[in-house]
């Protein structure tokens, strides 16, 4: 498999770094120090058509692919994980999802408005007590005549103080566990929904996070998403491709964390030359390029195939997802390095972008989860593309 990207993409690609570098790159320093959300970049960035690269044109989108998506997302957190976090949210965690295994009512109500940035959407898998273990969530949606009544609570909800959908799994029959999932389009603002913020993050500071609360809130039997039951089967289905997001988003933090370096490295002087001419600091920068580089070709491989139809194909997004997100976390430890007393300060965006790093190994399955996924696949005990 070829690694060519075509001139449509490398188009995409050229108008989201410019937009990235003219309109999130002056601000994010201070919007991330003032916890700000900034809904006007969502809104301007809805309108540029970023959210519609993996929806075909006839939902609104742009039908450009998964490739596409993934330069986008890498294009945006070279900046700021916080604008990659709800660009995740509005194309790979609503609007994709609904695609994926909504009806055509569905499709029709949601997914323009998610692509154009009129509704922002939220995804509420995680509880308290359900993290990396899904099936253990509590929150349950009884049927009552036409309606789902909804009680439970998420926590760790990307967007929840804001959104204004979310896609919300829930049990409809707790005795089946993995067969007795659903999952729902729920509206945020309707009566029994309330959100409190999580506890302070150490990143990711000018997108919101938050507990959500269900309060026997009423939801419309047509927002049942795809069928009673198989919501398991579509969360895992859903990280397939979130997963992909957040492998992309890691190889951006990379490289911005590498262009930050490369730059210091040039210009700081001691012992009266450059300390890019030091050996060591060479040895670090190799390591960081050849890592960085091996992350991205994994993301594009992942994504390429799904352009070529696999979209399930669970064992190379894993395996993107978890390298990626390691290597951010590696990238920032050599940059910070690189660029000493000034690499700590809040000056510069290293210290930003390692913060922004260190998330990736959390989300959409942390490095274990991953390796479980792998070495499952190759001890031969479960198969992880079906
Ligand atoms: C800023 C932020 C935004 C988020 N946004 C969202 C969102 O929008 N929607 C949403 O639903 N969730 C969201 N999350 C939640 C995120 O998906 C979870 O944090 C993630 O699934 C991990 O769960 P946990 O943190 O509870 O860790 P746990 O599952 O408690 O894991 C803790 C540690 O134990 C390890 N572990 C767990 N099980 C195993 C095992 N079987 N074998 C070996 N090791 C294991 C893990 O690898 C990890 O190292 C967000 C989290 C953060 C921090």
Same mark, same amino acid.
């Given at each position: 498999m070829g690694f060519e990207i075509g001139d449509d993409v490398k188009a995409m690609q050229d108008m989201a770094r410019k937009f990235i570098q003219k309109e999130v790159l002056p601000r994010i320093s201070d919007d991330e120090k003032n916890h700000r959300f900034q809904r006007d970049i969502i809104e301007k960035m809805g309108k540029l058509g970023?959210? /519609?690269? %993996?929806?075909?044109e006839a939902y609104g989108g742009s039908g450009l692919g998964f490739l596409a998506h993934a330069v986008v997302t890498e294009e945006i957190s070279k900046v700021s994980g916080s604008i990659r976090a709800a660009f995740n949210m509005q194309t790979m965690g609503t609007a994709r999802e609904i695609f994926q295994f909504g009806d055509e009512a569905q499709k029709k109500k949601y997914i323009q408005k998610l692509v154009t940035a009129e509704s922002l959407g939220c995804i509420g898998i995680t509880e308290a007590n359900a /993290?990396? *273990?899904?099936?253990?969530?509590r929150t349950k949606a009884v049927k009552k005549g036409s309606k789902y009544i909804l009680s439970g609570s998420k926590t760790w909800i990307t967007y929840a103080q804001v959104a204004d959908i979310g896609v919300i799994y829930a049990y409809? *029959? %707790? =005795?089946?566990?993995y067969k007795g999932m659903s999952a729902f389009v729920v509206d945020?603002?309707?009566? /029994?929904v309330s959100v409190h913020p999580t506890a302070e993050k150490m990143g990711w500071l000018a997108c919101p996070t938050g507990e959500i609360f269900f309060d026997d809130v009423e939801v419309p039997e047509e927002n049942l998403l795809g069928e009673a039951g198989r919501g398991f089967e579509y969360v895992m289905h859903s990280l397939d491709n979130t997963r992909l997001t957040a492998a992309a988003g890691a190889v951006g933090a990379s490289q911005g964390l590498i262009d930050e370096a490369i730059k210091y490295a040039r210009d700081r002087e001691q012992f009266g030359r450059p300390i890019g001419k030091f050996q060591m600091i060479q040895e670090e920068l190799a390591r960081m390029v050849v890592e960085t580089e091996a992350a991205r070709l994994m993301t594009y491989r992942c994504a390429m195939q799904k352009d070529e139809g696999n979209i399930n194909n669970t064992l190379e997004t894993s395996m993107a997802k978890y390298y990626s997100c390691d290597v951010a976390s590696r990238v920032a430890d050599g940059a910070l390095r690189i660029l000493g007393a000034y690499g700590y =300060? =809040?000056?510069?965006p290293v210290e930003r972008l390692l913060r922004d790093a260190k998330l990736y190994q959390i989300l959409e399955g942390s490095a274990n989860i991953h390796k479980i996924i792998i070495a499952g696949d190759a001890l031969g005990y479960r198969k992880a593309n079906k």
């Open positions: 970023f959210f /519609g690269c %993996p929806i075909p /993290g990396s *273990d899904v099936a253990s969530l409809t *029959d %707790p =005795s089946q566990r945020m603002h309707a009566k /029994g =300060s =809040s000056e510069y």
